[in-house]
């Protein structure tokens, strides 16, 4: 006798359950319930529940500093030793796995002075994205950017941190790479 009272009251409940969405479902679509349009729209499931990383991975396969690089992305006259106030480029390229179709790289890096100073750290709203879509398993991707260390800072060796992310595939890789600052050389010495 448990079980049949137990089971009509189940019965009971998803009759009202049903009986009242179907009324507010009435009420809504014949106008005499409003509902806001307005709010903010966020998924329900925006949450990823197996804690499983994505396979793929992301990789830097290359990287230069160059007193210059051309629009073909060719770094002239490879070096790591500059002068104040000068332009330091550097190319790189990024090898990295298609996820359902598309890359998405992010590029940020990090300026550090021989003193341990941190000179300049790109926000997120100062980061690189690259996005595009691609038929192939992986993708070579070959980016190329600039900085200048100004006037007023300290000669010696510097440290760049180049961080690189790929949201799709939760991957994540910095490389640290340094270079010189030297003091700019006299054009004509003095006692001459």
Partial sequence: MNK??????????????VLTSAVILYLV????????????QTPLL????IPV???GYLALTDFQFCDFVDPGFNCINPTNTFHLGSSIHFLFHIE???????????ENYRIKSPSGKLLLDAEEKNNFHFDTTSKEKKEIATFKDYFTVTEGNEFGTYTLDLIL???LLNKKTTL?????????????PEGE
């Fill in 165 to 167: 992310e790929n949201p």
């Fill in 46 to 49: 925006n949450a990823e529940f």
């Fill in 96 to 106: 990295s796995s298609t996820y359902n179709g598309e890359i998405m790289i992010i």
């Fill in 4 to 17: 049949k009272a137990s089971v009509t009251e189940l019965l009971v409940m998803l009759i009202l359950v």
């Fill in 176 to 188: 640290t790479k340094t270079f010189t600052i030297e003091s700019t050389p006299e054009i004509f």
């Fill in 29 to 40: 679509h014949s106008g005499i319930i409003s509902v806001k349009a307005d709010a903010e």
């Fill in 53 to 55: 990383g994505r396979e």
